[in-house]
């Protein structure tokens, strides 16, 4: 991988999705919705102008059913039910997965690598088009372990019966930037600004539920030999902290 160097280079959606639906199907249905104290109230309104409370939605998102009978109350509890199932299943997958025998220390670990996003410096200096990527993927492609895979990152460690015997158990995330940083410069011995290379990678599983980062900077003309460092790092946390954990196959 070569570079060309030239001047010196210097609280949850769901929950928010659900407030505003409620909040609009209560103005359609002559129900209102009003905000004190950080709560927003819904109640219908009568001809008379009566307003008697419904359900009130906590600022943590906690609702108090007022009136069981009334249909948007009913609409709330249907709703709130409904994400307490799927939240319950979810959590009796994980358990029942973290209770099953784990992996061998010499099974294989199936990792998604997805490439790396460069800054705009890194894709100035990068060439050939590629290169970052291409030399990452080389320090995986001889590891007796950890076997690469083309999968979706966001599914990884899911463990649910595999479509394929390659689905992925751990998802890297990468990016590659290039900055400007103190250090000592080797011909002078005094400190001074460098242009440095930066890897930085975020290491998920479902299977164990965990998240890691490792970052590895250097030199931008030693960038090879930081890839590697960075790479070592990467797999250090699959095997060693990640695969004791993973279910067996």
């Not at 108090?64 to 299943?89: G, L, N, S, W, Y």
């Amino acid at each position: 991988m070569s570079l060309k160097l030239s001047r010196p280079m210097a609280t949850p959606s769901f929950l928010c999705i659900t407030v505003l639906c409620f909040a609009l199907t209560a103005c359609v249905g002559g129900h209102y919705t009003s905000k004190s104290n950080e709560e927003n109230k819904v109640y219908p309104v009568d001809e008379q102008g009566t307003k008697t409370i419904v359900h009130t939605i906590g600022p943590n998102g906690q609702t108090t059913i007022h009136d069981t009978q009334d249909p948007i109350a009913k609409q709330q509890v249907v709703a709130e039910e409904m994400t307490e199932q799927v939240r319950a299943r979810k959590a009796a997958s994980l358990e029942a997965l973290s209770a099953a025998p784990k992996r061998q220390p010499e099974d294989p670990i199936y990792v998604s690598l997805a490439p790396p996003v460069l800054d705009g410096k890194m894709q100035q200096v990068e060439n050939p088009k590629g290169a970052v990527a291409q030399q990452i993927r080389n320090e995986f492609a001889s590891d007796p372990i950890i076997k690469l895979v083309t999968g979706n990152p966001n599914t990884a460690g899911l463990r649910k019966p595999r479509a394929t015997p390659f689905s992925a158990d751990v998802a890297v995330s990468s990016k590659v930037s290039v900055k400007e940083v103190y250090g000592l410069n080797r011909q002078t011995g005094k400190l001074g600004k460098v242009v440095a290379v930066v890897f930085e990678a975020t290491i998920t599983s479902q299977i164990p539920p965990s998240s890691y980062t490792v970052s590895e900077s250097g030199h931008i003309l030693q960038n090879v030999e930081v890839s590697k460092r960075f790479a070592k790092q990467v797999k250090q946390v699959i095997v060693e902290k990640i695969g004791p954990g993973i279910p067996a196959n």
